[in-house]
């Protein structure tokens, strides 16, 4: 009979040594949307990461992965190959972190974004170097501003290369327009254009083509 009676209090103290779950701090909500924004973003659900490191940036501006939000929804935009969105959040990113620790990444990054985003060349219509060059200028600016900042950079070699070929295209288009007086005999423009080119574009190719266009213009 004692046994029955102390059976139920023996329960009840089992009962009340389990602990109820805490509720989620606030630090602890945080994490949980950041990181289920980063398992979004590696599965390639990308509209849920955005949506995701978004609520995080405007609800919590001022935990720490407030900053890695902003970076990875340039991230997100680069992966999907929209470029002059992935280089506007990283501009934004850089805004507002300027002393985080993935700055040198995300200036690479936008100087990368915007060398994708230069039109293709496609068979139907002029080669690129015949265009507008607005959008190689801005390849070239933010390549400049990145090799500036972080000249030791791993990727710095990359950004170089990158840099020359975009001036090399710009050296075509003087080139280009060369030709174009040579075949109208307007030698005194075409020595001006390659004069230009092997001046101002010395650390490509093209320098030297003009160089040679030079000298056999001056034996005709």
Not at 9 to 20: I, Y
Not at 42 to 51: D, I, L, Q, S, T
Not at 150 to 166: F, N, R, T
Not at 185 to 207: H, I, M, N
Request: hydrophobic letters at 40%; a positive charge.
């Amino acid at each position: 009979m004692k046994a029955l009676l102390i059976l139920p209090f023996m329960m009840l103290a089992a009962c009340a040594s389990v602990q109820k779950p805490k509720p989620l701090t606030h630090q602890d909500h945080i994490k949980v949307v950041y990181e289920d924004a980063e398992k979004a973003f590696a599965n390639k659900e990308y509209e849920r990461a955005v949506k995701q490191f978004e609520e995080v940036r405007s609800k919590y501006p001022y935990s720490k992965y407030a900053a890695l939000s902003d970076l990875r929804l340039g991230d997100v935009f680069f992966e999907q190959e929209r470029w002059l969105e992935a280089a506007d959040a990283y501009d934004f990113y850089l805004k507002f972190h300027p002393r985080h620790e993935n700055n040198a990444f995300a200036a690479f990054r936008i100087a990368k974004a915007y060398v994708n985003a230069k039109p293709k060349d496609f068979f139907l219509f002029p080669k690129s170097f015949l265009r507008d060059q607005s959008s190689t200028e801005d390849a070239l600016f933010a390549i400049d501003r990145f090799l500036s900042r972080y000249p030791e950079h791993e990727s710095a070699k990359e950004a170089l290369a990158m840099k020359i070929k975009l001036r090399s295209e710009m050296a075509k288009r003087d080139l280009n327009i060369a030709e174009f007086y040579i075949k109208r005999k307007k030698l005194e423009g075409a020595k001006f254009r390659l004069k230009y080119v092997q001046e101002t574009y010395s650390d490509t190719p093209e320098a030297e083509l003009a160089l040679k266009k030079l000298e056999a213009l001056s034996h005709s």
